[in-house]
C-alpha cells in the first residue's frame, strides 16, 4: 500500500543514527540533505515523534529493563560462585554483605542480640556461643547476632580482637560503617573509628568488602583499610607487635611521629594529651607504653623529649620545658 | 516496623525476606552505585526497598523474596532516573535537541490536556507494540532512548554486536511508527506529528 516504504526505511534508519547520539560531521552533513525534501523531513519526525512516544511510560520501562538487569547480574554471580573450586573462600566470598545499616536493620529485626562494650582505658575478654573469643579494646562496643546460617558482630565503634572457631558452615562476619570483614575462621583484629576500619589479620585469611570495590582477600601479617569511599586501601604487611600491642596492655612505636603516638595513647585515656607545641608532633617516638598507667607513660614522654607537663579545661598538655 | 504477632507465617516470611536481603545486599548495592553513579544513593535506596518489601510482607505473602527485592530496587532506580532527566530537561539547555542527538525537544513542553488524552492514547498502542517486540530489541530501545547509553554499551549488555543493536533500534522505531499511524488512522486524520495541537482542531471537525 506504500510506495514509501523507502523514505520510511531511510527515516528509522537516521532516526536511529541520530538516537546514538554518535554521528560523524560527514554523517550529520548527509543528514541534514537528506532532509531538505519536506517529504523526508515529515518521515523523519514521525519517526521522532514515535520514538518520544512512550516518554510518558519511561518510569515504567525503564524499572522493567532495570529487574531484568538485577535477574542477569544475580545469574551471572551464581555462575562464578559454583565455578570456584576452594569452598571456604567460596563461602567467605559469597558471604559479602552490607555494612552498618544492614547490620542494623537485621539486627533491628528477631535475632537475639548480644552487647558488649567497654570503658575508655578498659578491655574485655568474651566467650560467644561457639567458642571463638573476642577482645574488646578500648572505648569499644560490639553487638553479636548468631543465627542458623551466619554469625553476625556488628561493630559499632572501637577495635576488637576476633580468634574465631573455625565453621564452613557460617560464616564470621564484622560489620563496621565502612563494609564488612568474613571469615570461617582465624584470628584477626578489627579497628574502626570516624574516618576508617583497619582490618590486620594475625593468622589465616579475611575476605574484606567495602561496598564500592569488590572484596579483598587478606592474609596473615597483612593488613588493609577501608574508609567513606567505599574503597580499600592497598594491602600491606604489619608489625603485630606494635599493631596489637594492646593484648598485652602495651602500646609500641617504631618511628612514628608523636602527635599519632599521643592520639594513639588518648584512646586509652580519660584525660587527653595535647602537644603544647605543634612543632613537636613529627618528632619521632620509639618505645613502649603501659596503656593502663598513664602516669607512667608521661613520665616517660617528659624525659624522652624534655618537657613540663601541666593540667589545663581535663585535658594534660606537654610543653617544652622552659630553661 | 516489626509487629509482634505471634503468627507463625508472618514470622517465617520476614525471616524469609531477612534472608533474601542479607544474600543480595551487595548485589543490589553494587548495581545501583554502578546504575546510579553515587554509592550513597545508591544505599539510600536500597535501604528503602528493604523498608518497601518489609511493609509489603507485613500485608501479604511473597513467593519470591529475592524478585520482590530486585523488582522494588528496580522500580525505585527507574523513578530516580526519570526523575534526573526531567531535572535536565528543566535546566538551561531545556528544547534543545542535545549534542547526544536525543530528542528531548519533542517531549519538554508541558502538554495541553487534549495532548495529554492524544499521548495517552498513542502511548497506549505504543506500549502493546514494544511489548510485542522480541525482548533484546525492547531493551535496547529502552536503553538507548531512557537510559541514553550508546549502543556499543547496550551491545555489552545484550551480548550482542554493535550493528545488531542498530537493527533493534530501527525495528523499534518502525513498530512504534507503525503504532502512532495506526492511532491516528483510527482517529481518521493525517499522520503529521510535529504540531499536535493543530491536528486535534482537524480532528473535530
Known amino acids: 500500500m506504500r510506495e514509501n516504504q523507502n523514505r520510511d526505511e531511510e527515516a528509522a534508519r537516521w532516526t536511529a543514527r541520530r538516537l546514538s547520539g554518535e554521528m560523524s560531521p560527514e554523517e550529520t552533513a548527509g543528514f541534514e540533505a537528506w532532509l531538505a525534501d519536506p517529504e523526508n523531513r515529515a518521515a523523519f519526525e514521525a519517526c521522532a515523534a514515535a520514538a518520544a512516544s512512550l516518554d510518558a511510560h519511561a518510569a515504567s520501562l525503564l524499572a522493567a529493563s532495570f529487574e531484568e538487569e538485577l535477574h542477569a547480574e544475580q545469574a551471572a554471580r551464581e555462575s562464578r560462585r559454583r565455578s570456584w573450586t576452594a569452598g571456604a573462600l567460596a563461602a567467605s566470598l559469597a558471604a559479602v554483605a552490607a555494612a552498618g545499616l544492614i547490620a542494623a536493620f537485621v539486627i533491628g529485626g528477631r535475632d537475639a542480640v548480644a552487647r558488649y562494650a567497654t570503658a575508655r582505658g578498659e578491655t574485655l575478654r568474651v566467650s560467644l556461643a561457639d567458642e571463638s573469643l573476642v577482645t574488646l579494646n578500648t572505648a569499644s562496643r560490639i553487638e553479636v547476632a548468631y543465627s542458623k546460617r551466619a554469625r553476625r558482630i556488628n561493630l559499632v565503634e572501637g577495635e576488637a580482637l576476633f580468634d574465631v572457631r573455625r565453621d564452613p558452615e557460617k560464616p564470621f562476619l564484622v560489620a563496621t560503617r565502612h563494609g564488612e570483614v568474613s571469615v570461617t575462621g582465624t584470628v584477626f583484629a578489627v579497628r574502626s573509628d570516624d574516618a576508617q576500619t583497619d582490618v590486620f589479620v594475625v593468622s589465616g585469611a579475611v575476605s574484606v568488602a567495602p561496598p564500592a570495590n569488590g572484596a579483598v582477600m587478606v592474609l596473615a601479617g597483612q593488613r588493609v583499610a577501608m574508609d567513606g569511599s567505599g574503597r580499600s586501601s592497598a594491602v600491606e604487611a604489619f608489625d603485630p607487635n606494635l599493631a596489637l600491642a594492646w593484648r598485652e596492655g602495651k602500646a609500641r612505636f617504631r618511628n612514628a611521629p608523636l602527635g599519632e603516638a599521643i592520639a594513639e595513647l588518648n584512646r586509652y585515656f580519660e584525660r587527653p594529651l595535647t602537644l603544647g607545641d605543634p612543632s613537636l608532633a613529627d618528632r619521632p617516638v620509639t ?3 603501659d596503656i593502663r598507667d598513664q602516669q607512667t607513660a608521661i613520665n616517660a614522654l617528659v624525659v624522652a623529649f624534655d618537657l613540663e607537663p601541666h593540667a589545663e579545661n581535663g585535658s594534660i598538655v606537654l610543653e617544652p620545658a622552659s630553661r | 516496623m516489626t509487629k509482634n504477632t505471634g503468627d507463625p507465617a508472618l514470622a517465617r516470611r520476614l525471616k524469609n525476606l531477612e534472608r533474601a536481603i542479607r544474600a543480595h545486599d551487595s548485589l543490589i548495592v553494587g548495581w545501583l552505585a554502578a546504575k546510579l553513579g553515587d554509592a550513597e544513593v545508591a544505599r539510600d535506596i536500597a535501604q528503602e526497598a528493604y523498608l518497601r518489601a518489609w511493609r509489603y510482607a507485613q500485608e501479604a505473602p511473597i513467593d519470591n523474596p529475592r524478585a520482590l527485592l530486585f523488582k522494588t530496587a528496580a522500580n525505585l532506580a527507574a523513578n530516580e532516573f526519570v526523575a534526573r532527566r526531567r531535572a535536565r530537561l528543566r535546566g538551561p539547555q531545556a528544547g534543545e535537541t542535545g549534542p547526544d542527538g536525543t530528542f528531548d525537544d519533542l517531549a519538554s513542553d508541558a502538554p495541553s490536556p487534549e495532548q495529554t488524552a492524544l499521548a495517552r492514547s498513542d502511548a497506549r498502542l505504543s506500549l502493546a507494540a514494544i511489548d510485542a517486540l522480541p ?51 483510527n482517529a481518521g486524520k493525517a499522520t503529521v506529528v510535529d504540531f499536535p495541537a493543530r491536528r486535534l482542531k482537524r480532528r473535530r471537525k
Open chain 1, 287 to 289: 618505645g613502649e607504653f
Open chain 2, 135 to 185: 525482548r533484546k530489541v525492547r531493551r535496547a530501545f529502552v536503553m538507548s532512548r531512557f537510559e541514553e547509553r550508546t549502543y556499543g554499551e547496550i551491545a555489552d549488555e545484550l551480548s550482542v554486536s554493535v550493528s545488531s543493536v542498530e537493527k533493534y533500534i530501527i525495528t523499534a522505531l518502525k513498530a512504534l511508527r507503525a503504532a502512532v499511524e495506526k492511532g491516528s488512522e
